[in-house]
């Protein structure tokens, strides 16, 4: 079975520009998750999602951020414009309701490295 | 969910020894669970305790749950390379799918 894909791994922008993340969850995985992880921190999350609705983004900074999860599958996470502090890893992750007694675990993807110059 | 605090922040043992790392939390919770993170890379679920459970074994590892205390220790037995990472303890008061908080974590590094 296929893990967590994220693309890219490692992203380079200068700040003010816009940058994107892609996440594909394991398949029949019906919640995604967006976490941000800096250096010596463990992850925080960003955004939940069920199927293709939105239901906890409140620590999401909507200032600047966006996501959206069409069709309830991919998930794409959207900085713009970026700033200094951006800068940390970006983790998806994904679980399944369905998945029967250890419905709380979660499987992570490898993470888009993003560095704001 | 609600933040645990792993301790200590750092460990360093020799391969073959054992490795012992807490978390500790502040209210109640449905489970627990431990994740191991290496380096540059995604997290990797390890195993998860139910606020009914006191004890859990996987493979090398033994998880202790203690809910009077609300702490938690993760044991690693005949430890190797392979497991130095850090690793993140995620107490979830809520459940079903929940988001999880993570606290800074144990950094577990294994001499050869």
């Known amino acids: 079975e296929a893990g967590v894909v994220q693309s890219p791994r490692y992203k380079i922008i200068e700040k003010k520009q816009p940058v994107a993340f892609w996440c594909n969850p394991i398949s029949g995985h019906n919640t995604l998750y967006w976490y941000r992880q800096n250096l010596g921190q463990g992850p925080e999350l960003l955004i939940r999602y069920e199927n293709e609705e939105a239901v906890d983004d409140s620590q999401l900074p909507k200032d600047r951020f966006s996501a959206e999860r069409l069709k309830g599958v991919d998930s794409t996470l959207k900085i713009q414009p970026a700033e200094l502090g951006d800068s940390a890893v970006y983790l998806c992750?994904?679980?399944?309701?369905?998945?029967?007694?250890?419905?709380?675990?979660?499987?992570f993807g490898p993470g888009t490295r993003l560095t704001v110059l | 969910s609600q933040q645990g605090e792993e301790d200590p922040q750092a460990l360093s043992i020799q391969e073959g020894e054992n490795a012992t790392m807490n978390c500790s939390y502040k209210t109640s919770i449905n489970n627990l669970q431990w994740y191991r993170q290496n380096s540059g890379r995604g997290l990797v679920h390890l195993i998860l305790?139910?606020?009914?459970?006191r004890e859990k074994h996987s493979g090398r590892l033994r998880v202790t749950l203690d809910t009077s205390k609300k702490s938690s220790s993760l044991l690693i037995t005949a430890s190797r390379a392979a497991d130095t990472a850090s690793y993140f303890c995620?107490?979830?008061?809520?459940?079903?799918?929940?988001?999880?908080?993570f606290g800074k974590g144990t950094h577990l590094i294994i001499q050869p």
């Open positions: 305790i139910r606020s009914n459970e």
């Open positions: 995620a107490p979830n008061s809520g459940g079903g799918a929940d988001g999880l908080t």
């Open positions: 992750a994904s679980s399944s309701y369905y998945q029967g007694p250890s419905t709380d675990t979660q499987y």
